[in-house]
């Protein structure tokens, strides 16, 4: 059973203001005083002067079973509002708390707030039990009263534990009278005080230089935000990408030694999100470099102020391009062949039989067999409908050519995909991990028309295919990567993929962190420099180049690949019309052989009649 003490903030009285005065133009005579707080009253005069100093808002009191005597405490809190004159002069507001509350001293109070924990020793529950508490407010100042006396060793394990939760703020005192706190940078080391100064018995949660503080962190494979390098000369790993740019620039701005190695998880070092959020949780690093986009948050970690706010849309193979065989067809639209076919036949067996007789049509088009006899003795009309004719049929015959010329000079394709609707109906799967399945339908809805199109797959294989752009699959990717990948088809005369204009969702690329890390802060500061300067584009422009020398991408322009673009002209241009003209040909033969029959037996009979 542990126990929770509040106070609200005084009443600002003209005595106390006189005294708050008084202390801050008077340090050096209140600076230095004993350490001991064997009486109640003795920690209520220092609470209070660390209140009246600092301007604390509120104060907390925290303690465990036998951890603290219930007259030692009782005379705590009556010492706290003796008087008008005490900082904290209202009586804390006592709450029974166990293990399994989840009320947060971030809803309760703001961070200008002074916590007491109370402890057996540096083996408490209650301390983890204040960690949960002060998730968010862990940076405020924090008075550890442990009861029993400690060895070295025990405190060394505890100011450990203490910096992995991020107490950086905190004073130890051990059995109410030895008092310690911790220097953490660049190591971690102990200082035990003889006395104290008000302005400094609380070390500061921030500092703008870490005095050479090292930092070992994995990195995994993430283009193009992170990636690395190996130095030549010294062989050391070097971080690279538009996420490892800007801690780099973050770390040397803080004096920090950054030192990273590759890592691999189940042998493959591409990039491996909830493996990295479990290495922060266990403490065994501080932070990641990764600036991911976080599509489900971990509330085993913190998280950075966003760098980007970007949307997620597909990235679909553009294997819309009509095929060149086709090409003879489509300078009419299929209602104008039918109206072009239907007009000939009219004027054939309407017009022509009527008004030219003897094929004089198709001896003025100039086809074989046909022969021009006696056109100009005709009469006038059937002479101006035979030439009248002979343009319309030009004149189509131009328009047909001037549109396939035209056609021939550039590449053709089909309509973009672009609706749901139209997404839906295309024969490619959509490559997706879980956490896509979830946000794409629950954005979308349409569960069973996509669950036929997901394909699922691991992040490793997912990454990989998608940076490669393997063809075939329709990949979940944010515009931000698009404008990336994109740079490596720019050579290109026809694109391998595009991006859809149907996006969902808003998701942040942030930095995963240590609970309330002491680079948060930094970081959130550095973040807004970064987005007011734009060095963003700057260091995804310079990142392509790294990444495309160090082989991690690849631009499509080999000569290869550009013959596959830029093909000459083939002899399955001209199929379609070769396979008409083959048509019309035989069609022409049975034609003739049906009226090639009549002739000869009219022949042979007027043969027989001749002999007889």
């Not at 597909?314 to 639209?333: A, C, G, H, W």
Request: glycine share 4%; charged share 20%; proline share 5%.
């Amino acid at each position: 059973q542990f126990s929770l003490g509040l106070s609200l903030p005084p009443n600002g009285s003209m005595w106390l203001r006189f005294v708050v005065i008084l202390l801050l133009l008077l340090p050096h005579q209140s600076s230095e005083q004993e350490m001991n707080f064997t009486l109640p009253g003795q920690l209520a005069l220092f609470l209070d002067q660390i209140g009246c100093v600092h301007r604390l808002h509120a104060i907390s009191i925290v303690n465990s079973r036998d951890s603290i005597s219930a007259d030692y405490l009782d005379g705590l809190h009556r010492q706290l509002r003796a008087n008008g004159s005490m900082h904290f002069q209202l009586l804390p507001k006592m709450t029974a708390t166990d293990a399994n509350a989840r009320v947060r001293f971030s809803e309760l109070q703001d961070e200008d707030s002074l916590y007491v924990v109370f402890a057996r020793d540096s083996r408490d529950p209650v301390i983890q039990l204040q960690a949960e508490r002060a998730r968010g407010r862990r940076y405020s100042k924090t008075l550890f009263l442990l009861q029993k006396v400690e060895p070295l060793p025990a405190l060394e394990e505890f100011f450990k534990l203490l910096w992995q939760l991020q107490f950086r703020s905190a004073l130890v005192v051990v059995a109410q009278r030895f008092f310690y706190q911790m220097d953490p940078y660049p190591k971690l080391r102990i200082k035990r005080l003889s006395h104290y100064d008000l302005m400094e018995i609380f070390p500061p949660p921030n500092s703008r230089n870490l005095n050479g503080y090292e930092l070992h962190l994995p990195v995994q494979l993430d283009v193009p935000n992170t990636f690395w390098s190996q130095d030549t000369l010294n062989h050391q790993w070097r971080l690279d990408g538009a996420g490892g740019v800007m801690l780099n620039q973050l770390m040397a701005h803080l004096n920090v030694s950054l030192k990273v190695y590759p890592l691999s998880v189940n042998g493959s070092q591409w990039m491996n999100m909830p493996a990295i959020i479990e290495l922060i949780a266990s403490n065994r690093i501080e932070l990641s470099v990764h600036l991911y986009d976080t599509m489900q948050t971990s509330k085993r970690v913190d998280y950075s102020y966003p760098v980007h706010l970007e949307t997620r849309c597909f990235m679909i193979p553009k294997d819309n391009e009509i095929s060149r065989t086709l090409y003879v067809l489509l300078p009419f639209q299929w209602s104008v062949w039918l109206s072009v076919l239907l007009t000939l036949l009219v004027v054939h067996f309407l017009g022509v039989r009527r008004f030219v007789p003897d094929s004089q049509l198709w001896a003025l088009l100039g086809v074989p067999g046909c022969r021009l006899s006696g056109c100009y003795q005709h009469h006038i009309r059937r002479t101006v409908s035979c030439y009248l004719v002979l343009f319309g049929i030009c004149l189509i015959y131009q328009l047909y050519s001037t549109k396939l010329i035209s056609f021939l000079t550039v590449t053709l394709s089909h309509k973009l995909a672009s609706s749901l609707e139209e997404i839906l109906r295309l024969p490619y799967p959509i490559l997706a991990q879980p956490l896509d399945v979830q946000h794409i339908v629950g954005s979308f809805g349409h569960a069973e028309e996509f669950d036929r199109m997901f394909s699922l797959t691991d992040a490793q294989t997912f990454a990989r295919r998608r940076l490669n752009m393997e063809p075939g699959y329709i990949y979940p990717i944010s515009r931000l990567r698009w404008k990336f990948y994109n740079r490596q088809q720019r050579s290109l005369k026809t694109k391998l993929f595009y991006l859809s204009s149907l996006c969902h969702g808003t998701f942040a690329y942030q930095f995963q962190l240590r609970i309330d890390s002491h680079f948060k802060d930094p970081l959130h500061r550095f973040s807004l420099h970064v987005q007011e300067a734009g060095l963003t584009n700057v260091w995804l422009e310079s990142c392509y180049y790294s990444a495309r020398r160090l082989g991690y991408i690849r631009e499509f322009t080999t000569a290869e690949e550009l013959l596959k673009d830029v093909r000459p002209l083939a002899l399955n241009l001209m199929a379609p019309a070769f396979s008409l003209f083959m048509f019309g040909l035989l069609v022409s033969f049975f034609v003739f052989l049906v009226e090639i029959r009549p002739q000869s037996c009219c022949r042979k009979g007027s043969s027989n009649s001749s002999i007889h």
